[in-house]
């Protein structure tokens, strides 16, 4: 079964470095990937996702994660944060062929920014 | 437009307690989703809906779980006899519903539901 991993359930970077949100999954076959987040008493927003094509996808707010097939990885990153990144991000695969609904979700990586 | 709205926002009941939670897709989404975010855990599927009929709901936990869109719209997910590992926020998500795997869900602020 399709399952996804977070390293790091917090991450703490400077105002102006780079953040770099970690996320493998487990399935031999690669699945549709997805970066969403979620503020405080917000409902998840999508970031970006991979389905087929590019392998460096860009996202909102200057994200961006490229999937490496070689490392089941898709890494988030930014070159520079901002206060405003501070938030929990979510990794989720759906498996091709699957059920559409079905998005298999990490455990989320809480960011938070130091001024 | 109005997004993906859900209530109550919180809901606190007693343990053995039967209760309803309601999401309001987006207008002209046929495809509506419900997850369970447990606490520092992801959201876990639980249910998607196409349409008024339930096209998986491989992710209910046990026969107490019962979700229903009987016009195509709004959706109600509704808990028997409650127990207090029942305690999470459940989200709903809608989609444009096109039939494509990769399209966006768009999620709800999620109810947040204590079992005392």
């Known amino acids: 079964a399709q399952s996804v991993t977070q390293l790091g359930s917090h991450v703490s970077v400077s105002e102006g470095a780079l953040v770099l949100l970690r996320c493998n999954y487990s399935s031999s076959v690669p699945p549709y990937l997805f970066w969403y987040v979620q503020y405080p008493n917000q409902g998840l927003q999508l970031l970006l996702k991979?389905?087929?094509?590019?392998?460096l996808v860009k996202g909102i707010n200057g994200f961006e994660a490229e999937f490496k097939k070689s490392e089941t990885s898709f890494h988030l990153t930014k070159p520079s944060a901002h206060m405003s990144d501070a938030a929990e991000y979510f990794c989720?695969?759906?498996?091709?062929?699957?059920?559409?609904?079905?998005?298999?979700f990490g455990k989320g990586t809480k960011l938070s920014v130091k001024p | 437009g109005a997004g993906v709205s859900q209530t109550p926002s919180n809901k606190v009941t007693e343990k053995g307690k039967y209760v309803e939670l309601r999401c309001d897709p987006i207008?002209?989404?046929?495809?509506l989703y419900w997850y369970r975010q447990s606490l520092g855990q992801g959201p876990e599927f639980l249910i998607y809906f196409q349409g008024t009929g339930a096209a998986d709901d491989s992710g209910l936990p046990n026969d107490r779980f019962f979700a229903v869109r009987p016009e195509g719209s709004v959706s109600t997910l509704k808990i028997q006899r409650t127990e207090r590992g029942d305690s999470a926020v459940y989200l709903c998500a809608s989609s444009a519903g096109t039939n494509s795997r990769i399209e966006t869900q768009y999620f709800g602020p999620g109810t947040r539901l204590l079992v005392l």
């Open positions: 991979y389905t087929t094509g590019a392998t």
């Open positions: 207008s002209g989404h046929t495809a």
């Open positions: 989720a695969a759906l498996t091709p062929g699957g059920s559409q609904g079905n998005l298999i």
